[in-house]
């Protein structure tokens, strides 16, 4: 009887702990809300790299997170992965506040940072038995996640060598695999596909799509076909502020516009039509610009036989019926004409073009002013911004070690 209620004792001492503990846990969860961030703010001295962020990310939803470089993405994933703290605000994770509970959130997320610290000593097996062992896998268990990672991450040749004889791709996909050693319920992801190639870009947000269903996860990115891919919803930051946050095709909306490309000839007219002679670009943009839900025209760089231009209407309108009537009525030559919905991309460079243009020394403009340069430049960006973004992520990871050793310098000056 005695042994009964010592045991009982030993029991009930032992678990009281973990009922308290548990309410919260519940409470925050009933929300379904996985990830919340409240009003966070984080400053280096006096520069604010984040400015009262504040979201919520649900279960099962994979978000695109999205900014230009600077603004602040891996801040965010920095602190509510617990690897540094906010100067303001607070970030629930799985219901654990990140500053009271880090051990519980690291319990229940995979964590790639954008540049993965990894022991280049170690071979890519002993690695990440090292990773699960910390998480408390069981060998087993360990043994039969591993088939899967290994074939999500690509790693199947790569097992038995040593890290630091890998490039930087297969670095990246080892960095990813200790994030989903653990098969954690939220991934918050760092640009998991930078530096990877084609092919295994594609893989990776196959899987990331495939685990999505059941996940939740956090993921950010400069590659806009990807978010569109994975993706249900986005939050767009810049300059340390939240500056779109919806479903796509809601942010798509926002610019609220729509582009027609019209060409006519420059040579001829329709046979047996009113006109004489053919329009000069003039005439045709001074009476593009006068058809109802125009908002601007813009003439787009062509050869000498067609004037080519861009409009802009509403989102939700479609005049294309009404330029035909217009071309038919004046008699001119029609050599194309074409809708195109809003792209993420557009809304993309409208949403932060500003802080583009600030860091290149160049003024800042109003939405109409930039339209002209947009539509003449477009093609070229594109070019141009695949190669920038090539350029940043070969950028020497010694300087984002000190960062991060500064930052954690910080934290644990402001924690103590
Ligand atoms: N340790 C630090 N000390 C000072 N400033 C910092 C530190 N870490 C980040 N910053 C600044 O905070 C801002 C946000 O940086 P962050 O790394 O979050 O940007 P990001 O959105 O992830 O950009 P990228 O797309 O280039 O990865 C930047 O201006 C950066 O220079
Ligand atoms: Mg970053």
Redesign the pocket.
């Given at each position: 009887m005695r042994l009964w209620r010592t045991l009982t004792w030993f029991y009930r001492a032992a678990t009281k702990g973990a009922q308290v503990r548990a309410l919260p846990k519940e409470v925050g969860l009933s929300t379904d809300v996985m990830i919340e961030a409240n009003g966070l703010t984080?400053r280096?001295?006096a520069?604010r790299?984040?400015d009262k962020v504040s979201f919520e990310v649900h279960r099962g939803e994979v978000v695109g997170f999205l900014?230009?470089?600077?603004?602040?993405?891996?801040?965010?994933?920095?602190i509510l992965t617990c690897f540094i703290s906010a100067t303001g605000g607070t970030a629930r994770v799985h219901g654990y506040d990140v500053f009271d509970d880090p051990l519980e959130v690291r319990k229940k997320i995979g964590y790639l940072p954008?540049r993965a610290p990894l022991y280049g000593e170690m071979s890519v097996w002993e690695y990440l038995t090292f990773v699960a062992d910390m998480r408390g896998l069981e060998t087993a268990t360990f043994k039969k996640r591993m088939k899967n990672i290994v074939e999500v991450c690509g790693l199947a040749t790569s097992l038995g060598k040593d890290i630091r004889d890998l490039s930087h791709g297969y670095r990246q996909r080892v960095g990813l695999a200790q994030a989903l050693v653990h098969d954690p319920p939220i991934l918050i992801l760092?640009?998991p596909t930078s530096d990877l190639d084609p092919n295994e870009k594609a893989e990776v947000i196959k899987y990331i799509q495939e685990i999505g269903k059941e996940r939740t996860i956090l993921l950010?990115t400069?590659n806009l076909s990807e978010v569109e891919q994975a993706c249900a919803r986005a939050i767009i930051?810049s300059k340390?502020r939240i500056v779109a946050d919806g479903p796509l095709e809601e942010i798509r909306a926002k610019s609220g516009r729509v582009r027609y490309v019209v060409q006519v000839h420059e040579k001829r007219v329709f046979e047996g039509g009113p006109a004489k002679k053919a329009p000069s670009a003039e005439e045709v943009q001074t009476a593009l610009e006068k058809l109802p839900g125009v908002t601007s025209v813009v003439e787009l760089p062509t050869d000498d036989r067609a004037h080519s231009f861009q409009l802009a209407g509403a989102q939700d309108g479609d005049i294309r019926a009404e330029i035909f009537q217009l071309i038919v009525s004046k008699g001119w030559l029609l050599l194309e004409m074409r809708r195109e919905a809003q792209k993420l991309e557009d809304v993309f460079k409208a949403l932060t073009k500003n802080d583009e243009r600030r860091d290149r020394g160049r003024p800042v403009v109003e939405d109409d002013e930039d339209e002209a340069e947009a539509a003449a430049e477009d093609e070229d960006e594109d070019e141009d911004e695949d190669e920038s973004a090539e350029d940043?992520s070969d950028e020497d990871e010694s300087d984002e070690d000190e960062?991060?050793d500064?930052?954690d310098e910080?934290d644990k000056k402001k924690k103590g």
């Open positions: 984080k280096y001295g520069f790299a984040l900014g230009p470089n600077g603004a602040g993405k891996s801040t965010t994933m920095r954008q760092d640009e950010s400069h930051v340390g940043e960062d991060e500064e930052s910080d």
